[in-house]
């Protein structure tokens, strides 16, 4: 079945650093991409979505394009901030609109 | 403020007890899902429901229940017969069930069994 597979953390950068996390997709159809993250204790919140080959997801300075020829949906910030320290799971919307979750990669940022 | 709302934020029960966890969204989505955490894992699917009165097993649906009497609300109960039931317990909603449509979640409760 249709799968996701992230990087593996956890990932310690200092502030200001580049982050990448990847994440590759199997799928049989076109999935929806997506990258949450969640802060301790809390729910998961969208940090951005791509639904269709080529596009681009962006939000808070976060960045991520749709790459089918590539499978992947990698993560990407330019400039870290203590603040961005979370866990960020992509994710991918199924043939059965069933929502499938990587393992989740934890980023804590050091000042 | 729309969201979703989950409660308790912690809970705890005794083996053999079934405990029920609140869901409620004031979105007014029609698409409702229940999920599990576990440490270091992905979140998997328990049950989801694209309307009212109707339900649908997801991946690991045994040992729980739900039902779905009003749009707003969706229920979790977490049976006796769940064998590992101490972990985080995610609720989303979506305004439908496509494969574009975003999943809104709510805080979590986190159940744990003594």
């Known amino acids: 079945g249709d799968s996701v597979t992230q990087m593996e953390g956890p990932v310690t950068l200092s502030e200001e650093a580049f982050l990448t996390i990847n994440c590759t997709y199997t799928a049989t159809g076109y999935p929806s991409l997506f990258w949450y993250v969640q802060y301790p204790g809390e729910g998961l919140q969208l940090l951005l979505k791509a639904t269709k080959a080529d596009d681009k997801g962006s939000n808070k300075g976060f960045e991520a394009t749709y790459r089918k020829e590539t499978t992947s949906f990698h993560l990407e910030k330019g400039s870290v901030q203590v603040s961005d320290s979370a866990v960020y799971f992509c994710?991918?919307?199924?043939?059965?609109?069933?929502?499938?979750f990587g393992a989740g990669t934890r980023l804590t940022v050091k000042p | 403020d729309g969201g979703i709302t989950q409660s308790p934020k912690y809970l705890f029960r005794k083996e053999g007890q079934n405990v029920t966890l609140s869901c409620e969204q004031n979105?007014?989505?029609?698409?409702m899902y229940w999920y599990r955490q576990d440490p270091g894992q992905g979140l998997r699917l328990i049950y989801y429901?694209?309307?009212?009165?109707?339900?649908q097993k997801g991946d690991i649906a045994e040992g729980y229940s739900v039902s779905r009497e009003k749009k707003e609300s969706f229920p979790l109960t977490v049976t006796s017969a769940q064998k590992n039931p101490t972990a985080f317990y995610l609720c989303a909603s979506s305004e439908w069930r496509a494969s574009t449509d975003t999943q809104y979640f709510g805080p979590g409760t986190r159940l744990t069994v003594l």
């Open positions: 979105l007014n989505h029609d698409a």
């Open positions: 994710a991918l919307s199924d043939g059965n609109n069933d929502m499938r």
């Open positions: 429901s694209q309307i009212v009165n109707d339900f």
